[in-house]
């Protein structure tokens, strides 16, 4: 029998400090985890509050020593969905070797036992997850997290789904979209908007891959590919669905340089990133000894891949004692990108403030 977890408890993203002194995990603000509390002996199913699904079999967590767990068992999930949840969990959309992917979400999961102690999967079992119905970007794929001065990058790791069946029912949406415009809780393809003279004139519906190279050129389309497919873990920790940028028309490479001015502590300490307006990407900079200014690229000649004529901000943050700095710069992403900030020393207050500013649902929960 399953045994279906309904039980949340929720941590305040702006959780109140308990000390004049900021810590590490307060930069941005406190994540939102979901804990369950589960009996190890039977299957259940898990939902968090953004809407991720955990399907776990029974006696599926073992100990440091092999043996199964005792029935009483802790999960903890981070769901990181938005740009504001990857801030706060302090994760980028870089894999391992710096290129850039864009994220259709992210979770984390471990399993700990009433003593606190991290338990694993045992080597038969697998989780089976589900993301929430999100917009997932095509050719996306299932990346593991690797964690990297204390910032979550992306390896492209294996699933063992099934994605032979998925593949040919996208197939055959592009062939027969009327038919096949709504297979279940699996897979939707939506409409895109054709305007011609101003108006709506035309509907269709077809995969993201398809459009044809004439309509992509004149950008009068937006079409998404909704998948909730499963896909299955063998371990504990981070994971990511990604779709990697690819260079073409609308993703070219950019020389960004940013020079950071009232540095009060190493350069290397200063916490910079590029985050996208309205795509879920999010980069760390990192500081150019050579060129003595920060920059994103990890290319020979520090070029990066970037989506142009985008909006994004440019955040700096780094804190020296109990003292806080912050700058912040609204930009449009271009082939050369050189750009000035300069620090100021503020409250937690009001980084919580600016901070909203830029992304107002920091700090919702819904």
Not at 219 to 234: E, N, T, W
Not at 337 to 354: A, G, Q, V
Request: with cysteine.
């Amino acid at each position: 029998m399953k045994n279906i977890v309904v039980f949340v408890v929720v941590m305040s993203l702006f959780a109140s400090c308990m000390s004049d002194t900021l810590k590490e995990s307060e930069k941005y603000g406190n994540p939102i985890v979901n804990y369950f509390v589960i009996d190890n002996s039977k299957d259940t199913v898990l939902k968090g509050i953004e809407g991720t699904i955990l399907k776990i079999p029974a006696f599926c967590f073992i100990d440091s020593s092999g043996n199964i767990a005792n029935n009483s068992i802790k999960v903890a999930l981070n769901e990181v969905f938005t740009k504001e949840a990857m801030i706060a969990n302090h994760t980028v959309t870089q894999d391992v070797e710096g290129n850039v992917l864009e994220s259709s979400g992210m979770i984390k999961i471990e399993i700990y036992n009433k003593e606190q102690q991290k338990l694993t999967l045992a080597p038969d079992k697998q989780i089976e997850v589900q993301f929430p119905k999100t917009k997932t970007l095509i050719d996306s794929k299932l990346y593991k997290g690797k964690a990297k001065n204390g910032i979550v990058f992306w390896e492209e790791t294996k699933s063992d789904a099934d994605e032979s069946e998925w593949f040919e029912i996208v197939e055959r949406i592009v062939q027969r979209p009327a038919m096949y415009a709504h297979l279940g809780d699996s897979i939707t393809v939506q409409y895109f908007k054709l305007q011609i003279d101003g108006k709506d004139t035309l509907k269709i519906k077809l995969a993201e891959n398809e459009i044809p190279e004439w309509l992509r050129k004149r950008k009068l389309y937006s079409a998404f590919l909704s998948v909730s497919a499963p896909f299955y873990i063998k371990e504990t920790g981070w994971y990511n669905v990604d779709k990697l940028l690819i260079e073409d028309t609308d993703n070219q490479f950019s020389n960004v340089r940013i020079r950071v001015k009232n540095i009060p502590a190493n350069p290397n300490e200063v916490d910079l990133k590029l985050v996208f307006k309205t795509r879920n990407i999010l980069l760390s900079g990192f500081f150019d000894e050579q060129q003595n200014c920060y920059a994103f690229g990890y290319e020979q000649d520090g070029k990066i891949l970037l989506p142009q004529k985008e909006k994004a901000f440019i955040i700096a943050m780094c804190y020296h004692g109990q003292d806080i700095y912050f700058a912040s710069k609204e930009i449009e992403t271009d082939l050369s990108m050189k750009y000035n900030i300069s620090l100021e020393k503020t409250s937690l207050e009001d980084l919580k403030k600016r901070m909203r500013e830029m992304f107002p649902n920091l700090g919702n929960s819904n």
